[in-house]
């Protein structure tokens, strides 16, 4: 009995704290609200179309999300009342008008609009931009149940005087920028950065027979997204397809593409993608292509010998079991080293003195490999180390050899003063760079509509499409060895 009441006036107090903590947080969601209301009513008052608004001058390092948290409205709000922005983004300085919620009576009788949170279904119409606009990244946030982006086309064209008589080709970019989510995870950082070099092509590419308009949706990862848009007619005008991630989304877009004959370039994707579908362009090469070129290299060499240091990462296995192969097909002797053998300095049985010993750690994480590394550089036979191309940041000391797509001896500080004047934000240069890779196969896109032979330069590696068969898509195979 003593117990069971003590359980029940336990229970009485934290019933009691509940209350109590219910109560002092409703006090103060009532004085940031009142706060907020009071801040609100510093900002001037105007009338648009019967409609009472504020005037707010744009701060520095805030987006349309913000706005839209600190005023209470949605982005499809702001964007009614400021339509200049689905043509050239937010600046800072410029004056929007927000909806304060209270009407005025009117004498003219207000047009409605149409709300950008609902699926387009219609061909939107088509804005143009001036040609040294660069829209940043702030219009690409689409709200959660659209399928157009704010932007409902993009243009990098010039406005002319005289109306315009250029050939005009549609193009379209599809990638999970997640613009419904709060906070983008890193993915979606390196889609932006993609988004944001495949621009600044188009501007470069813009000319006075040809206008580009790019039309740029928000995938997420979607398969319904990817379906609306191929069961309407949003794409019926559209030369060609830039973007798509996950195989889910392509699979339905590859039968698309060969339906209507327009080319679909994949950043990355499987093999499976090229299967049967003639118009899809795949830019990663395949891992048995890139660790074929690696074992011929290898092979080349005289007096070698490869030691794999043992990381039992389930996801590079089938990779380095496919190099074992081919070095064997090429009479490369090898052998492998436990990562505790070669950590207690226990390797005699795995080198060979003789020989220039290869040192293969078959992960593509350097945080799981960095204490090895110390240890290989002391074995006074260690000559080589096979590294991963993420791993160039890092101050490792050895002569390393690794394959790659996206090498560039290119000048890149044009480009990069272009970059921070367009989009006015700091560049995270991380490896590999997505703006270069985006800058790099928006070009190779137009080139593939327009049917143009000739050299191209790109700002990084080349690209080298070949096909297997008619039935199938083309791949890259541009494969570079690069020795550091």
Known sequence: MKGERTYKVKGERLKVKGLLLFFFLSIFNFQFSTCRAQELLNYPLDTVNGEEVYKYEVERSIGL?????????????????????????????????????????????????????????????????????????????VPQDTMMPQTDTIEVAAEPAQPDTRRVIELALMLPFESHQTKRSGNADRMMEFYEGALLAL????????????????????????NELCDSTELDSVKA???????????????????????????????????NHPYVHQFNSPDADEIGALAQWIANREDRHCVFVDTKEADMTTSMRLLRKKLKEQDVPYSTLALRDLLNDSVGYAIDSFQENIFILHSDRYQHVRMALPHIAKIQVAKLLVSQYAWQRENIGMHQVYTSKFITDTDLTEYDRLWEQSFVNEHVSDLPRYDLLGYDLMREMVHIVLHEEGEKTPLQSPITWESRSEQDGWQNTFIQIVEK
């Open 241 to 275: 397809i830039l973007g798509l991630v996950y195989p889910i989304q392509i699979e339905r877009m590859t039968a698309w593409c060969d339906a209507h004959h327009v080319p679909l370039i994949l950043p990355f994707s499987d093999d499976a993608a090229l299967m």
């Open 203 to 226: 501007r470069d590419l813009q000319n006075d027979s040809i206008l580009y308009r790019l039309r740029v949706y928000d995938t997420e990862r979607s398969e319904r997204k990817v």
């Open 65 to 141: 999300y913000r706005v839209g948290i600190n005023f209470n409205v949605s982005q499809s709000e702001i964007l009614r009342l400021n339509p200049q922005l689905r043509e050239r983004g937010l600046h800072y300085g410029e004056t929007l008008l927000l909806p304060t919620g209270r009407k005025i009576e009117a004498k003219i009788q207000r047009i409605p609009s149409t709300p950008m949170d609902t699926v387009v279904k219609e061909k939107p119409v088509i804005k143009e931009v001036p040609a040294d606009t660069v829209v940043p990244t702030e219009t690409v946030a």
